[in-house]
């Protein structure tokens, strides 16, 4: 872990609102004691008005534009924690003030299109751009990796994943493809072969959500996963599509090995056995995951600001967050063009669009 400086890093959070996620963020900066809340921006004054006094932002540091909050501030850190449409845009605007770090909320983006642009912004400005796939430092998916990777199970060979049964790829399932690439050892995705159901053509956070989808990965050096995500109340059971997972326990993971393999329950117990299990040749073992919210105490807030002090790359960067959003839209072009699809995607546009658009003018199907 990097020498620590003695001058709190000041945050920025654009989009205080919603789900609570920016009060997530706000207490884990503010829990590793390096960090201070330095002004907050929302178009809704109530959210404004919550948020600042819960964290004690004066209110002449409470902003409704996002460029008058960063020329005025020139906060350290900037969060974007709106809705998924608003990422691109925002960090890209963002990245102008020249921020030491934008940590933006998942999805990373909308489409591989604007993921490249978020990308080559931060790259522009000296930017470290991090996306929010926080569950790499929860405490049973990182120590079941560190089981893995020491041999508990030999060599991985197969992993299944479900994703949360009322959502989509994009709300929820980034995490739930995000673990996997983790298990992989992120390595590359060669290719995926991919189904979506999107016949209600229900909506979200501002855009198309599928009713439900599954896919087939292949990784380079051999180890494939299948991952399902969504289909409650689109089955006859009316349930999802992985066996044994609810809204709290969703990422329920399998790792299939040559000599066993290890059970994560998800994000939660699920009352069905332990949080974390391995299968091996001497029998079944429990492991206690250890306390806390996160592994060994680092959340990868604590981790964007050591990076900043030492210069390592971010586990969640803007590389590694583009690498999942490309398995989440290979999935969907698997299912637009009805067949397996190679990586690198060359589409930049978002495939679920475009295969909607194309049903309803006629054009193909499926």
Request: glycine fraction near 12%; include cysteine; charged fraction near 20%.
């Amino acid at each position: 872990m990097a020498e620590h400086t003695d001058r709190a890093a000041r945050v920025g959070i654009i989009g205080v609102g919603g789900l609570g996620i920016a009060n997530y963020h706000a207490e884990a900066f503010l829990a590793t004691g390096r960090a201070e809340i330095a002004a907050i921006c929302d178009v809704k004054a109530d959210a404004l008005e919550s948020f600042g006094q819960r964290f004690h932002v004066p209110r002449a540091l409470r902003f409704t534009d996002h460029g008058t909050m960063q020329a005025a501030v020139r906060p350290d850190v900037v969060l974007v924690c709106t809705n998924e449409t608003l990422h691109a845009p925002l960090t890209i605007a963002a990245a102008a003030y020249r921020p030491r770090a934008i940590l933006c909320e998942k999805p990373m983006a909308m489409n591989l299109g604007e993921a490249d642009a978020m990308i080559e912004a931060c790259a522009r400005y000296g930017v470290t751009l991090v996306v929010g796939h926080q569950r790499r430092y929860m405490a049973q998916y990182a120590q079941a990796r560190e089981l893995l990777r020491g041999g508990a199970i030999g060599r991985l060979e197969h992993i299944q994943a479900a994703g949360h049964p009322g959502s989509s790829l994009m709300v929820d399932g980034t995490h739930t493809v995000d673990l996997v690439r983790f298990y992989a050892g992120d390595a590359p995705a060669e290719w995926v072969l991919g189904q979506v159901d999107a016949r209600s053509r229900r909506t979200g956070w501002g855009h198309t959500l599928e009713d439900a989808a599954m896919a087939h990965v292949k990784f380079e050096g051999g180890v494939r996963a299948w991952l399902t995500t969504g289909g409650a109340g689109a089955t006859p059971e009316r349930e999802g599509l992985g066996a044994r997972v609810s809204g709290p326990n969703y990422n329920r993971i399998v790792l299939h090995g040559t000599d066993g393999r290890i059970e994560v329950a998800g994000d939660a117990p699920d009352g069905q056995g332990p949080l974390l299990r391995v299968v091996a040749r001497n029998g079944p073992e429990v492991v206690d995951p250890a306390p806390g919210p996160w592994h060994r105490g680092l959340s990868p807030q604590a981790e964007l600001l050591d990076a900043l002090e030492d210069g390592h790359r971010h586990p969640l960067d803007g590389r590694s967050a583009r690498a999942t959003l490309e398995i989440l839209m290979a999935v969907y072009e698997s299912a637009r063009l009805g067949r397996l699809v190679a990586l690198p995607l060359p589409n930049p546009a978002n495939p679920l669009e475009q295969m909607l658009a194309e049903r309803a003018a006629g054009m193909g199907g499926r």
